[in-house]
């Protein structure tokens, strides 16, 4: 079994390496446009998790099911936004609706009526959805609902799976990366937080 494992993980490097040759010759642009971006961007990105090694490639326009890199490359695109394109990139409807909405006001800073119309919305097609809390992203989402459900059960713990990533939360930001996960990877985070880990892991 260990000869089994050493043959494939050195066919993996072999191919890895093969694909990162080709990747690195495809994106000279990428790679000049990423010296760029580290200076003045942590991890030459805005979110940590759309970096990869040798470097993340960097996106000119994207439309319906595809997305262009600064290199011309066109990729048909299956990451679509984190997941938020159910409906493909840019559909001409929500483009028209986006654009005829912002000529309205685009941060208007009081309680309006586009949010009760679709707070309404989301609780008749989405069942069990009784009332709705806007957030401005995942990471906020998962804070409000682990606070809140300790609120309700007046309990302390919450149980994740290794592995799962969950946001930027300190509380649900362990065990991302098992068995990876010292500094820097948590620093920052208060003992109290990184305590529950092992809590976690003895269940597995
Ligand atoms: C399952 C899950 N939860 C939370 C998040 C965090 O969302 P956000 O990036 O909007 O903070 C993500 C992001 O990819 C996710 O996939």
Redesign the pocket.
Known sequence: MPKLMSILSGRVQELIDRYTKIYMERTGRSRELFERARKVLPGGTT?Q?RYFTPYPTYVTRASGVKVWDIDGNEYVDYWMG??THILGHSPDFVVKAVNETAYGGTHLGYPNTLEVEYAELLTKVIPNVEMVRFSN????A?MYAVRLARAYTGRRYVVKMEG?????YDGLHVGVNPPFEGPPRVSGFLPSTLSTRSWSHSMT
Do not use: A, D, Q
């Open positions: 979110y998790i984190h997941g992203s995942g990471t906020e998962n799962g990533w969950h946001g930027g």
